[in-house]
């Protein structure tokens, strides 16, 4: 069984919370219904966070990594190119606007000298 890449939690504050950083787990449980957010804190890693149940969120999971669920594979593979371009493009458009500001700090400095 493949090796859940789950990010730890505080139990208490987030009963009804999972937090994985899986881009499969996450298209899976974003088609099975399960609302989600993303957490952009680390600007390495981006974090989604379901809100549900987290039993019932980790036996489903469970049945995915088993083999064991009948989901529409056109259905994760939408999910999954659609939370792929939501993280990666707003990555890339926080770049671009850091480069930007970087540019114009050293043409201020340049022209100050």
Known sequence: MQELKTLALDEDSLTNEYATSDLK???FLA???????????????????FHGDRDLIKL?????????????ARSILICFTEMK????????????????????GERNTENNS
Do not use: C, H, M
Not at 33 to 48: A, T
Not at 60 to 72: G, P
Not at 93 to 98: E, I, K, L
């Open 31 to 49: 088609v099975l219904g399960f609302s989600y957010e993303f957490d952009r804190r680390n600007p390495r890693q981006v974090v989604i966070i």
């Open 85 to 104: 371009k939501a993280i990666i493009g707003e990555n890339y458009r926080q770049r671009f606007v850091d480069s930007i500001y970087k540019d114009e």
């Open 60 to 72: 489903k999971l469970r049945d995915f990594w088993n083999n064991s669920t009948k989901v529409d």
């Open 25 to 27: 787990e996450a298209a």
